[in-house]
Each structure stands twice: as structure tokens, then as C-alpha cells.
């Protein structure tokens, strides 16, 4: 994976004013743009997209300190026109273009990425691979904004929000693998972005033949492998440092790539306050 993220990074380069089909790119390299965006923004920090903006950014800058046609220059990086080159260029640098050519400045380069693969092991990577038949994810669901860190105040709300009697009806309801309550991410940017949204879902699983509720939300996840992380520790904290070492450690060495689907938390244990907690993080996978 290090090695296609590589490939994708010296891509941009060469294509500095043309759109980048990432599905294309990454087909060809033997991977998904699903995985390739997605472990691009894990170690990077940034989407492709956002990254490929602050390349083009930082080399169009230099033409523009050198007093080259504007329009020119726009076209030559992939805009239509100098009002939204300025905008892009402003967004990146923090200043218009007319103030950079004449002062010089301010400039905020991004440098070209290299992705190296370094092997910590600071994080336990307690790890199993579960080959599962269809199943239905069925409970209650909203649109949330994505948050990389600390607790999430709008999935807190939204389950604070059910009745209580209604947690435990949907236990009752249970009846396959993953068990349990079960807090779900689905439709997440691909990039990873946080602040977009995601829907996420107060569920639990049940088999493909059961009849869903009226009252209640669903999503139907076909047959697949998962691999499942098993973490403990501070809450949230243990499990979002997990969440973030599949992509830095687990996935660049092992033969597995993410594929379209939910992710799925389930609580094992827990502290009466929350505070602490033993979780099982599944993320749907294929062999790489």
C-alpha cells in the first residue's frame, strides 16, 4: 500500500492541471480508490483531493511571482478561469494573487508527500478476520458530521434522544453476530474529511431472513470478510487510536484492503461513567 500511495503521489505531480480518475489509477496498481482514499487520508491528514489543490497551489506560485498571464496560469493547473484560480490560490496561501506578485508573499508551500512505512507497535493490534453471511444492521438512524477525536456531542445526543425501554427492546431484538448494541457509521466520505457527514446508526444486527420493524431504520451488509480489532482503555481514546493504527500499522502490513461497507462498534464492557471500555471496532476487508 506505501508503495501505490507513492505511485498516486508522483501521478499528481505529472498531472498538475488534469483531473486524476483515482478509481482508474488505483484499478491499475492493484487496489480500489475506495482504499487508496482512504488510507491516503489516514496518513496524510488530508483528502487527496485537498492535498492535490495545495500542489498545484504552491507550484502555480511561483509562476505567478514570475509575472506569467494569469489566465494561463489558471488553465495550465485545471481552472476555467482567474475568478476561481484566485479563490483556490486565496484559499491556499491566504492571500490573492495580485499581493503575492507584488510583495513576494505570503506563501504556504505544501512539499511533494513520501509515505514511508515505519513499524512501531506502540498500539496492540488485537486483530481477528470473520467471514460472515448477510445480515441486517436495523435500529435508529441520523446524519451526524464526522469528528476524528474525543467524543462525538451529536451521535451522544441522538442516543440520549430514544427512550430507555427503547435500548432494551432492541437487545431483545438481536440475534446474529456482531451481538449486542451496536453504533454504526455508514455512507462515510471516502475521504475521510472530517466534518462531513456520515449516517450513523443506534442498532443491532439481526439475520437476512428476519423481518425488520416498521418503526425502525435498516441496512442491509451482504456477505464478506471483516477483520475485527479488539481494544480496551480510556473511552473513546483507546478505541480511536485503534481506529487510526489500521491504517498507519495494521493494513500496510498485512494482505487486506478496506471495502465498501459500515463500520461497526460493539461494547463489550464498560465503566459505570463510560469512561473506560472494552470494544470490538469491525471494518468490512478484502484480500488486498
Known amino acids: 500500500m506505501i508503495e501505490i500511495l507513492n505511485r498516486l503521489v508522483n501521478e499528481i505531480e505529472e498531472q498538475r492541471g488534469n483531473d486524476i480518475d483515482l478509481d482508474a489509477l488505483a484499478a491499475a496498481m492493484g487496489t480500489t480508490g475506495y482504499h487508496a482514499r482512504r488510507m491516503f487520508s489516514s496518513l496524510a491528514g488530508m483528502p487527496v483531493s485537498e492535498y492535490v489543490r495545495r500542489r498545484r497551489m504552491t507550484l502555480a506560485a511561483a509562476e505567478v511571482i514570475g509575472g506569467g498571464d494569469l489566465l494561463s496560469i489558471a488553465v495550465r493547473y485545471g481552472y476555467g478561469s482567474t475568478e476561481a484560480f484566485g479563490r483556490a490560490f486565496r484559499a491556499v496561501h491566504g492571500a490573492g494573487h495580485g499581493d503575492v506578485?507584488?510583495?513576494?508573499?505570503?506563501?504556504?508551500?505544501?512539499?511533494q508527500l513520501r509515505f514511508r512505512l515505519t513499524v512501531e507497535g506502540s498500539v496492540p493490534m488485537d486483530a481477528r478476520i470473520l467471514n460472515r453471511p448477510a445480515l441486517r444492521l436495523i435500529g435508529h438512524a441520523t446524519r451526524v458530521p464526522l469528528i476524528h477525536e474525543g467524543v462525538n456531542?451529536?451521535?451522544?445526543?441522538?442516543?440520549?434522544?430514544?427512550?430507555?425501554?427503547?435500548?432494551?427492546?432492541?437487545?431483545?431484538?438481536?440475534n446474529t453476530e456482531p451481538a449486542g448494541l451496536l453504533q454504526v457509521s455508514d455512507d462515510v466520505d471516502p475521504?475521510?474529511?472530517?466534518?462531513?457527514?456520515l449516517t450513523y446508526l443506534h442498532s443491532v444486527a439481526i439475520d437476512i431472513d428476519t423481518d425488520v420493524p416498521h418503526d425502525l431504520d435498516a441496512i442491509e451488509v451482504p456477505a464478506g470478510e471483516w477483520a475485527v480489532f479488539r481494544t480496551s482503555g480510556d473511552h473513546p481514546a483507546a478505541l480511536q487510536s485503534v481506529w487510526a493504527a489500521t491504517a498507519t500499522e495494521w493494513f500496510p502490513s498485512n494482505p487486506w484492503r478496506l471495502r465498501p461497507g459500515p463500520s461497526i462498534v460493539t461494547i463489550l464492557e464498560r465503566s459505570p461513567n463510560f469512561s473506560s471500555a472494552t470494544c470490538e471496532l469491525w471494518l468490512p476487508v478484502e484480500r488486498a
Open 191 to 197: 475521504d475521510y474529511t472530517e466534518g462531513s457527514e
Open 101 to 111: 506578485r507584488r510583495d513576494g508573499g505570503p506563501l504556504r508551500s505544501q512539499p
Open 153 to 174: 456531542p451529536h451521535i451522544q445526543e441522538h442516543i440520549a434522544s430514544l427512550p430507555a425501554d427503547e435500548h432494551d427492546r432492541l437487545k431483545q431484538l438481536s
